[in-house]
C-alpha cells in the first residue's frame, strides 16, 4: 500500500502556483519523498525529490515540514501543459521499486 | 543519453491469446527495469521488477509472466490472455543503487495499452 495520503483532484487557473499537499505521517527518517506526474495516456515523469531540505529545479519546487510528515509540490507558474495526475511516493534509498497511490489529479484551468 | 523503447504502442488481442511485450533500454547498463500496469481509470501496479538478468520479482500473481532475457531487456508474456488483462503496460528503468545516493528514479517508456477482447 502507498504510505502517503493526497487529495483526489484539485483545479488551478492558468498563470497562477499550483500547490499540491502530500501527508506522509508514517515516514521514517532513511526514506525520501518524489513526486511523479502522469500525463493523460503518457508513462509517468519524474519531477524532483528530497529528504528534509526544500529543493527546487526547473519543473518545480518541494516544500518539506519539519516534521517530515507533509510536503507541498510547488507549480509555480502553472500552464495547461501541467494538467496530469501527480503522485507522491516516499521510499528508501535501498528499495529497488515504487509504489504509487492514487495520486491528484490536477486540472489547470484557462 | 540513455533511451527507453517500449512495442507495440497499441495491441488488440482475443481472449486466450499469447502475449509478448517488449521493453528496451539504451545508453546504460545493468539497470534495473520494471513492468506496471495501470487499468482503465485507476492507479499504476507493479507487476514485475529486475535487478539483473533472469532475476525477476513478482509482485502480484497472474497469468502474467516476465523475463530478462539480456541485460538491457524486459519481456513481459501471457500464455493465454484473460479480460482482465486489458489496460497500460508501462516499462520503466532506473539506475541501480550506487553507495547511498537516492537517487532510484524511473524513466517510464511510452505504453502499450492492451484490449483483450
Known amino acids: 500500500d502507498a504510505k502517503t495520503t493526497q487529495p483526489t483532484s484539485m483545479d488551478c487557473a492558468e498563470g497562477r502556483a499550483a500547490n499540491l499537499p502530500c501527508n506522509h505521517s508514517?515516514?521514517?527518517?532513511?526514506?525520501?519523498v518524489y513526486w511523479y506526474r502522469q500525463i493523460h495516456s503518457q508513462g509517468p515523469q519524474y519531477i524532483i525529490h528530497?529528504?528534509?531540505n526544500n529543493e527546487t529545479n526547473e519543473m518545480a519546487s518541494l516544500i518539506i515540514t519539519e516534521d517530515r510528515k507533509s510536503s507541498t509540490l510547488i507549480l509555480p507558474h502553472a500552464t495547461l501543459r501541467d494538467t496530469a495526475v501527480y503522485y507522491c511516493?516516499?521510499?528508501?534509498?535501498?528499495?529497488?521499486?515504487?509504489?504509487f497511490g492514487k495520486g491528484t489529479r490536477l486540472h489547470i484551468l484557462p | 543519453s540513455q533511451t527507453i523503447h517500449q512495442w507495440p504502442a497499441t495491441l488488440v488481442q482475443p481472449v486466450g491469446s499469447p502475449l509478448s511485450l517488449e521493453c528496451t533500454v539504451e545508453?546504460?547498463?545493468?539497470?534495473?527495469l520494471y513492468w506496471y500496469r495501470q487499468a482503465a481509470g485507476r492507479g499504476l501496479q507493479l507487476l514485475f521488477y529486475?535487478?539483473?538478468?533472469?532475476?525477476i520479482s513478482s509482485e502480484v500473481p497472474q497469468n502474467l509472466s516476465a523475463s530478462r532475457p539480456q541485460d538491457r531487456q524486459f519481456i513481459l508474456s501471457s500464455k493465454k490472455l484473460l479480460l482482465s488483462d486489458s489496460g497500460f503496460y508501462l516499462c520503466?528503468?532506473?539506475?541501480?543503487?550506487?553507495?547511498?545516493?537516492?537517487?532510484?528514479?524511473?524513466?517510464f517508456g511510452a505504453g502499450t495499452r492492451l484490449s483483450v477482447l
Open positions: 545508453g546504460t547498463s545493468n539497470p534495473n
Open positions: 529486475s535487478v539483473g538478468i533472469g532475476q
Open positions: 508514517t515516514i521514517s527518517g532513511n526514506e525520501y
Open positions: 511516493i516516499v521510499r528508501e534509498s535501498g528499495d529497488d521499486k515504487i509504489i
Open positions: 528530497g529528504l528534509k
Open positions: 520503466a528503468w532506473s539506475e541501480p543503487d550506487l553507495n547511498t545516493l537516492a537517487k532510484n528514479i524511473q524513466y
